[in-house]
Nanobody, 124 residues
Framework: QVYLVESGGGSVQPGGSLRLSCAAS????????MKWYRQVPEKERELVATISSGGVTDYADFVKGRFTISRDNVRSRAFLQMDELKPEDTAVYYC?????????WGRGTQVTVWGRGTQVTVSS
């Protein structure tokens, strides 16, 4: 059985960074492309980044120049380095692979990017 386990999510301020990790087991990791998706409530899951078995990368336009996908075939891990985070990057991030003709997903890891806030003053 193929298992994917994400980690590294958390809460950051805009402009901050996080590094997600996906630990894979049950497959010959080096043979398969790995992908990161994200999803917010009531919206479809969207593809963020892909890395092929040969290390070729591809990114969604909304993360190009800010996110970097990589892989470690020795440790069977995929990574997503996320820099210059924005509030709109808030989502659950999922690791994915297609192996043996099937799609496999991790349980996801929450990434929350807080807005800078706005001051509200009530005076009488």
């Amino acid at each position: 059985q193929v298992y994917l386990v994400e980690s590294g999510g958390g809460s950051v301020q805009p402009g901050g960074s996080l590094r997600l990790s996906c630990a894979a087991s049950g497959l010959n990791f080096r043979l398969y492309a790995m992908k990161w998706y994200r999803q917010v409530p009531e919206k479809e899951r969207e593809l963020v980044a892909t890395i092929s078995s040969g290390g070729v990368t591809d990114y969604a336009d909304f993360v190009k120049g800010r996110f970097t996908i990589s892989r470690d075939n020795v440790r069977s891990r995929a990574f997503l380095q996320m820099d210059e985070l924005k509030p709109e990057d808030t989502a659950v991030y999922y690791c994915h692979t297609n192996a043996y003709g099937r799609d496999f997903w991790g349980r996801g890891t929450q990434v929350t990017v807080w807005g800078r806030g706005t001051q509200v003053t009530v005076s009488s």
